[in-house]
């Protein structure tokens, strides 16, 4: 049987690490951006060749133009010393002789795929190499760019933070999501094993990965329960420990999945995350359940961090706070009030907060372990965190020597007195049961408050605006609380996941003054972009918009003191009174913001990204030929513009037509126009008789809300689109028709803002548009504007061809 080459495997693993935490794998000196020299590589180097003669480790890595970091490997654990020794002794000192470059790390590591490394580095300080230490915690891990980077700005071996490495933690949690599947590991139990895991390595030495499943597992779960134990929170141990499987064959497979986590769990230094000021664990934890698959299996949609942070500081949480959550989840908004006052005050009063203000409820036993542990590593928290169902519990306010605390009731009561302060909290969307409306929850949450106590709850937001016993819902909430502010929220702020959601923030038991302003905001980017199907913060130097800073001061102003100025942005921010004359009494910030007056650039932009969009659709379907010239003619800007009612200038109509399921087929020829975006609104083409003439524009009420399209045959037109032509009173002359039929399709697509899948399009609505118009110095509709801007649009040859 052929030798095995543990030692090459660490070999394998050190560099495959290095790649996946950052580093260029390229040769230094063949490539300017190269930063990894592979063991003989190293001797090309003169300097270093100088000083090691033919000696060389398994890897330095360039760190800059005179600092180097040694990496030696060895085949078993039990080596670590020795490696770490010789990259010391052999390599370091060695290098450290010379006048022109520096050793300043050297990393030790020991071990083989089968039971895993162990990892120990050290740093080059006052002229002795030092264990480094984040937090307090020796790492565990390999040094990353930005942890390197760190040490040599402050030449010091111990940091006090953890440099975030996003992208590394988001591969690190999508791996163990693979390596439990691959594991055979049921969904709803990896959650679960993720707790576990991780109370095992809260002590300074890890369970023994060499002992048999069977000892291994006991081994886990027995420093959870001696944590839980220590935490005062054994009767969770039953929802957190882990059990073999019951087939035996499956056992070495099973514990194989722990180690490698364990692994995984080692390389991202886990223990100074869970000893950092900042919430580097609940980064990782927010990653692992957002996109492991699983988690949805299981109805965990976590509250993103930013959105609980951003919460915590508008409500700005004090000491004294009483805080409540009461669908806690896996503790989100609990974990940001806790970090938010451990910011910003000290000593007892953090202890007495953490101690006695923080309660929370979770019905789901998995999902309050989770909570749990979350407040584990943040330093405590978690003693009023309970598994129950919020409604059949109370909370009334009780007294410790002079501390105002809370404890939880199992009925109302008329004595009872309401504790709680501050609510933050995420109800449970789209349940199916009728009466587990997501306002239930904010009911029973304003009931455990005192007055004038802050509620702050994410909300879908067909909550604020739908009718029957939402606005039934919305009138009494009105009637006994004030509503202080209404965010709507990104459309993909819980991406993958789809849904139109908003924040809301309540004063408790004050009715709502007729004369007071709301703050209304529309936050349209909070700083992440989507990339390769993951919400993600943007690499420098990218910088994206974060309207949630930009506007949180504000917003805590304004709940301080409703009555300040607050100035109005079009589109995003207005204080204003409540619209009481509103039969639906929508309480959202799309029907109280105002609308700027599209300026000259925006209108000749907007009208060429139509035409253009149109003209494609052309080319694909008719497939014609036509030579594009290059429109370089300036169009003298608008005089003013003017605001007409849009059924002054055009017929609205609509008409009911049947669903059709015939497919598309070279005979059959009436486009049939619904609600999608793509094709020109056209889904298929039918043999049915068309119920609208062409040279008309169709507006979808539904689906992409304002997606407007010039149609060029004779049509049918489905039930949820509305049909535009132009008044004969207009008196439009007939060249410029179809122009005018365009520039209402972009002021229609430039209005759509205030419209999505929560707050849809409707006729009614539509008919009540006010349309900018350009005019002259008479006030008459200035036709030559309109037709020189959409004349002027790149490709508008291909559309001239196919009009009337």
Not at 154 to 164: L, T, Y
Not at 231 to 253: D, G, Q, S
Not at 711 to 732: C, Y
Request: with cysteine; glycine share 4%.
């Amino acid at each position: 049987m052929p030798r095995r080459d543990t030692e090459r495997e660490a070999e394998y693993f050190i560099r495959d690490t290095l790649k996946e935490i950052g580093w260029d794998m390229r040769n230094p000196l063949r490539d300017t951006q190269g930063q990894v020299f592979t063991q003989t590589q190293c001797l090309e180097h003169d300097e270093i060749r100088r000083n090691l003669n033919r000696d060389h480790p398994e890897f330095i890595v360039k760190l800059n133009e005179t600092n180097y970091w040694i990496i030696e490997a060895k085949p078993n654990k039990e080596m670590i010393e020795i490696a770490l020794t010789q990259a010391k002794n052999k390599y370091a000192d060695k290098i450290n002789q010379s006048t022109h470059i520096k050793a300043v790390i050297i990393t030790g590591v020991a071990g083989n795929e089968d039971e895993k490394y162990t990892i120990r580095s050290m740093f080059f300080e006052n002229g002795r190499f030092k264990d480094i230490k984040i937090n307090e915690k020796v790492i565990t891990s390999l040094i990353s760019p930005k942890m390197a980077e760190e040490l040599l700005r402050c030449q010091k071996a111990e940091m006090e933070e953890m440099p975030i490495e996003e992208t590394f933690f988001l591969k690190t949690a999508e791996k163990i999501n693979e390596i439990l599947h691959n594991g055979a590991i049921p969904a709803i139990e990896r959650g679960k094993i993720m707790s576990a895991l991780l109370l095992s390595l809260i002590d300074d030495t890890p369970p023994n990965l060499n002992s048999s499943p069977g000892v291994l597992i006991s081994e886990i779960n027995a420093r959870v329960n001696a944590v839980l134990q220590r935490e005062r929170k054994a009767e969770f141990y039953n929802h957190i420990k882990i059990t073999l499987p019951t087939i035996t064959e499956n056992h070495v497979k099973y514990k194989l999945s722990l180690v490698k986590t364990i692994q995984e769990l080692t390389n991202l230094n886990i223990r100074s995350a869970m000893n950092s000021g900042e919430d580097i664990l609940g980064k990782f934890y927010e990653i692992f359940l957002k996109y492991g698959n699983w988690a949805k299996e299981i109805g965990i949609v976590l509250t993103p961090r930013h959105i609980t942070k951003f919460a915590s500081e508008i409500l700005d949480i004090k000491y004294n706070d009483i805080i409540y959550d009461p669908t806690c989840g896996t503790g989100g908004f609990l974990v940001a009030a806790f970090d938010y006052v451990k910011g910003n005050s000290i000593g007892d009063r953090v202890d007495n907060f953490k101690e006695n203000n923080i309660f929370g409820i979770e019905q789901q036993p998995s999902v309050v372990a989770l909570a749990i542990v979350n407040m584990i590593f943040r330093g405590d928290g978690k003693n009023n965190i309970i598994e129950a169902d919020c409604f059949h519990k109370y909370l009334n306010l009780k007294r410790i020597d002079d501390i105002n605390t809370a404890e939880y009731m199992d009925r109302d009561t008329t004595s009872r007195n309401p504790p709680i302060t501050k609510v933050l909290m995420n109800p449970p969307f789209a349940l199916k049961e009728k009466l587990d409306k997501e306002y239930r929850f904010v009911n029973h949450a304003l009931k455990q408050m005192q007055r004038g106590g802050l509620l702050f709850t994410v909300l879908p937001i067909s909550e604020m605006l739908q009718k029957g016993q939402y606005k039934t819902w919305r009138t009494e909430l009105l009637q006994e609380n004030t509503l202080l502010s209404v965010i709507t929220f990104p459309p993909d702020l819980f991406y993958p996941i789809g849904v139109n959601s908003c924040g809301v923030i309540i004063k408790k038991g004050i009715s709502h003054p007729t004369d007071q302003k709301v703050l209304w905001l529309r936050v349209t980017h909070d700083g992440f972009v989507i990339r390769k199907g993951k919400r993600l913060e943007p690499k420098q130097p990218i910088i994206e918009r974060n309207m949630f800073d930009e506007y949180k001061e504000k917003i805590n102003a304004f709940i301080i003191n409703p009555e300040i100025e607050i100035p109005s942005i079009p589109h995003e921010c207005k204080a204003m009174k409540i619209d009481y004359d509103d039969a639906s009494l929508e309480l959202v910030p799309e029907v109280y913001l105002d609308e700027k007056m599209p300026t000259h650039e925006e209108l000749a932009g907007g009208v060429e990204d139509l035409v253009r969009l149109t003209s494609g659709f052309l080319l694909t379907t008719k497939k014609q030929s036509v030579t594009i010239s290059s429109n370089e003619n300036r169009v003298t800007p608008y005089n003013k513009l003017k605001l007409f009612k849009l059924t002054d200038l055009c017929v609205v109509k609509r008409k009911y037509a049947p669903y059709i399921n015939e497919l598309l087929s070279d005979q059959k020829i009436t486009p049939y126009v619904t609600t999608t975006e793509n094709t020109n609104g056209i889904s298929i083409k039918c043999d049915t008789e068309p119920n609208f003439k062409k040279d008309a524009i169709t507006v979808s009420l539904d689906g992409t809300c304002g997606a407007t399209f010039y149609q060029f045959d004779d049509f049918i037109s489905g039930e949820k689109t509305a049909v535009l032509t132009p008044k004969l009173d207009v008196n439009i002359p007939d060249n410029v028709k179809p122009h005018f039929l365009f520039y209402i399709a972009y002021i229609i697509r430039y209005k759509s803002w205030r419209y999505h899948y929560g707050r849809k399009l409707s006729e009614t609505r539509l008919k009540k548009f006010e349309v900018p118009i350009p005019v002259k110095e008479d006030d008459s509709i200035d036709f030559d504007y309109i037709k020189a801007i959409v004349e002027n649009s790149y490709s508008w040859e291909i559309i001239k061809k196919n009009v009337t």
